[in-house]
């Protein structure tokens, strides 16, 4: 097993950087969706930092999470007030009501869902194998038995490659030849185009932007692992909120806009559930 690669990500930098005190100063205290349009403002705290969820571009916040938020605003009649803010003050702000709800892509957790209040499921994250294009040695998951393997150290993705490999052994077949482990997934993706590795493992959203940039340069396998929930989180105070957010899900669900998000942000449509998504003891 090799640690390879020196890039670090500024994807937190920068979010630390677009924090402003004075953004906090918009402070929310609603508990009702009237509350909410009475104000006229929808208040929400998000960590723009995981395209193509939430990211910035340009100075502004954009995403698919953008746009399911710009779908809301524009049921409620309300204008949107977006403050993005460091990771480790989201759940925290919105126990304290510092707005209104909390619109970035959290996993739902079972520590997590007995603090704090998760909405319906907006999204995932897989760890995907993937080779490139002109690869047809690597048809299926299987057929990585014997090849060179490449991820980011410390990601989810490792155990989940780690565990696939015994898995592998364990019904006959070969392991890796060798596991290299990077220091980002950016360096994976270099890895792969330049023969360094012959698999990748890459998490499903940093694939949807590769795969947007270089169309004709990769070819996905299958997935190893669980996938990982996504969702937005209340106040578990805030009933009502919640239930608007899932409520409106379900809407964009039945008339196809959130299908058409996702394929514009990801490629292809997600096959999320829309009940029993919550673990045991869940808020």
């Given at each position: 097993?090799k640690?390879?690669?020196n ?7 920068i ?7 004075a953004a906090l100063g918009t402070a ?6 009237k509350d ?12 723009a ?10 100075g502004?916040?954009?995403?698919y999470g953008?746009d ?10 309300v ?5 993005n803010?460091p ?6 702000g919105v126990?304290?009501r510092k707005?209104d709800f ?7 957790t079972e ?6 209040a ?8 897989r ?5 490139r ?6 048809r ?5 038995a014997g ?6 150290m410390g990601s989810l993705?490792?155990p989940a ?8 052994e364990?019904?006959g ?19 792969l185009v330049n023969?360094?590795?012959d698999v990748?493992v890459?998490?499903s ?8 940039q ?7 396998v ?11 989180v209340?106040?578990p ?5 919640r ?12 008339n196809?806009?959130?299908a058409?998000l996702q394929?514009?942000w990801?490629?292809?449509p997600l096959?999320l ?11």
């Amino acid at each position: 097993m090799k640690i390879l690669g020196n890039k670090t990500y500024a994807g937190f930098a920068i979010a630390l950087g677009l924090f402003s005190g004075a953004a906090l100063g918009t402070a929310a205290s609603a508990a009702t969706i009237k509350d909410i349009q009475a104000r006229g403002t929808l208040v929400v705290g998000t960590e723009a930092a995981y395209e193509p969820y939430e990211f910035v571009q340009d100075g502004e916040v954009v995403g698919y999470g953008k746009d399911i938020l710009q779908y809301m605003t524009g049921k409620l009649g309300v204008k949107l007030d977006q403050l993005n803010l460091p990771f480790q003050g989201l759940l925290p702000g919105v126990l304290a009501r510092k707005f209104d709800f909390v619109a970035t892509s959290v996993g739902i957790t079972e520590a997590r869902a007995k603090k704090v209040a998760f909405t319906a499921p907006i999204g995932e994250v897989r760890s995907v194998l993937v080779v490139r294009k002109d690869n047809g040695a690597v048809r299926k998951p299987e057929d990585v038995a014997g090849k060179i393997v490449g991820t980011q150290m410390g990601s989810l993705a490792q155990p989940a490659i780690q565990e696939f490999n015994k898995e592998l052994e364990a019904k006959g077949h070969k392991g890796y030849s060798d596991l290299k482990l990077f220091q980002n997934y950016p360096d994976v993706s270099v890895a792969l185009v330049n023969g360094t590795i012959d698999v990748g493992v890459l998490p499903s959203n940093v694939l949807a932007i590769e795969m947007r940039q270089k169309p004709d340069a990769y070819r996905i396998v299958g997935d190893v692992g669980e996938r990982k929930l996504l969702a937005w989180v209340t106040n578990p105070k805030d009933e009502d909120i919640r239930a608007f957010i899932n409520q409106t899900l379900g809407e964009m669900r039945a008339n196809g806009k959130l299908a058409e998000l996702q394929k514009k942000w990801f490629g292809e449509p997600l096959d999320l559930p829309s009940e029993n998504y919550l673990p045991a003891g869940a808020l």
